[in-house]
């Protein structure tokens, strides 16, 4: 069975440090995503990014970034120069292509607190 | 992607009482999902609802306690029967389909429930 860890569960940083947020999974698939998801206080659920398995290559996406190894069966993500407005919870999930209709597991999320 | 809408957007229950939270999305979708979050913890998948069949739930969970209907390919109900205080969580909704995003999931903003 797929399992997603993530060891932090809550990081304080000032603003304008770079915070990174570990994700390390288990899966027997061969053929599998993952996905990092932010949520705010308001409760909704902002889908970052999603990775395949055969795509190692890492992603930058303005002040976010993504290490994917699969070596280490890791999917870590860091914020450069955090703000007060990135404070959430961030969830990092794997989601196995044989799973039918390719069911999210969730890790238990890591709260980011940045601040000013 | 995909515009999900999720009611009510929050309740306060009485224990022994039973509350629908309706997600209705502005497309047809393959796949419909709901998800159970406890305070401050991570999502947890309930069920799969399935068109036109009965939902498929995960260990842990059963139909006489939250069933699900889904009449069509937008909408979707959860009954979270017989509430207790620990049933106090946030429920969301979330869908995936090959026509919008292959192998990604939207979700809802969410169902903030509070049992007494």
């Known amino acids: 069975a797929q399992k997603v860890t993530q060891a932090q569960t809550e990081i304080s940083v000032v603003e304008k440090e770079d915070v990174t947020l570990d994700c390390v999974y288990e899966?027997?698939?061969?053929?599998?995503?993952l996905f990092w998801y932010k949520q705010p206080p308001s409760g909704e659920l902002v889908f970052l990014i999603r990775r395949n398995s055969f795509d190692e290559q890492n992603e930058i996406s303005g002040r976010y970034s993504w290490n994917f190894q699969k070596s280490t069966s890791s999917f870590n993500f860091t914020i450069t120069a955090s703000q007060v407005v990135d404070s959430a919870v961030y969830f990092c999930?794997?989601?196995?292509?044989?799973?039918?209709?390719?069911?999210?597991?969730f890790g238990g999320g890591t709260r980011v607190l940045v601040k000013p | 992607s995909a515009v999900i809408s999720q009611k009510p957007s929050r309740d306060i229950c009485q224990r022994g009482t039973s509350l629908t939270i309706q997600c209705q999305v502005d497309s047809q979708v393959t796949m419909m999902f709901w998800y159970r979050q406890q305070p401050g913890q991570s999502l947890t998948l309930i069920a799969t609802a399935n068109q036109g069949s009965e939902a498929t739930y995960e260990s842990g969970f059963v139909i006489d306690k939250f069933p699900i209907s889904r009449p069509n390919l937008t909408f979707s109900t959860l009954t979270v029967s017989n509430m207790s205080p620990e049933d106090s969580s946030i429920y969301l909704c979330s869908v995936a389909s090959p026509l919008i995003s292959y192998n990604e999931q939207f979700f809802g903003p969410g169902t903030r429930l509070t049992v007494l």
């Open positions: 999930a794997l989601s196995e292509a044989r799973a039918a209709g390719n069911k999210l597991t």
């Open positions: 899966t027997r698939d061969t053929t599998y995503y």
